[in-house]
């Protein structure tokens, strides 16, 4: 069982959803990432998704967008954030942590390559935006054999052949989309998200992750009453912007940020 299911069962034995924050590694110095991913954490952070910074970042809006220029200026490479992960994994051999990215720096790397020096460095999961799944099946395998899950992103559009598609060749959790666009990009409309996720649950029993317009403890706690993870990204990665001249005290704002979000998900369990 992955670290990832592992997760998953143990949260759904206890009743509880799951709080899983994206960041964009390197963001803005390198050197604040692995504090504010212990941070996130004992804020309440079930699993971390960690993006991996690229040039063109197309299914990103402006606030990630900037994050990622902000990473990349900073020198952050794919082989950075790999050892970011394994300083985190000295300190924290449980919380799952996902690589969130663009098939590019994979590539160049080279599949085989890649998936071995994830699982090495303690990575749990990928997700690459730009591989529909119909090109998925070489990085999948070589994913599958290092003992990384595959996830994978449905959207509105998604059809009902798609949704099998990727319930069968993804593993870990199925990311539903919750807007059209790009991250941050409009407002969630939390009866048709509903909808959705109760068609996705027709095609697979795995866990079904909602994010794209998470803005608040509201909105998490409203997601996390249909959905068994609540994805929360922009407005996270908007606190780091408005504190990169000050990186020392990113951890602790984000963290807050974070853990009114768990508490308010917390709340709503307990009804």
């Not at 109760?198 to 996390?224: C, E, L, N, W």
């Amino acid at each position: 069982m992955s670290r990832i299911t592992e997760r998953f069962t143990v949260l759904r034995g206890q009743g509880r959803k799951a709080l899983v924050p994206y960041i964009t590694a390197g963001d803005p110095q390198p050197q604040v990432t692995v504090p504010l991913m212990h941070a996130m954490v004992a804020a309440g952070a079930d699993i971390l998704e960690l993006g991996v910074p690229f040039s063109d970042p197309m299914a990103d809006g402006p606030v990630i967008q900037k994050a990622c220029e902000r990473a990349l200026a900073a020198g952050t490479s794919l082989l950075d954030v790999l050892a970011m992960v394994a300083e985190f994994r000295r300190k924290d051999q449980e919380t799952p942590v996902i690589l969130m990215g663009y098939l590019n720096p994979i590539e160049i790397l080279g599949y085989r390559s890649f998936a071995e020096q994830a699982a090495a460095h303690g990575v749990d999961g990928l997700l690459t935006v730009d591989m529909p799944p119909e090109e998925a099946e070489p990085l999948a395998a070589v994913c599958k054999e290092q003992g990384l899950d595959r996830i994978f992103l449905l959207a509105p559009t998604s059809s009902p052949k798609r949704i099998e598609q990727i319930s069968a060749l993804g593993s870990g959790f199925i990311y539903y989309v919750s807007l059209k666009g790009v991250t941050g990009a409009s407002t969630l409309d939390v009866d048709d998200v509903s909808q959705r996720v109760a068609k996705i649950r027709h095609y697979t029993t795995m866990p079904v992750g909602v994010g794209f317009g998470i803005r608040d403890a509201r909105s998490a706690a409203q997601i996390a009453s249909i959905a068994d993870a609540a994805v929360v990204g922009s407005a996270l990665v908007k606190r780091i912007e408005q504190y990169q001249n000050r990186p020392e005290v990113i951890p602790e704002e984000v963290s807050a940020l974070l853990r009114t979000m768990r508490e308010a998900i917390d709340a709503t369990e307990n009804v």
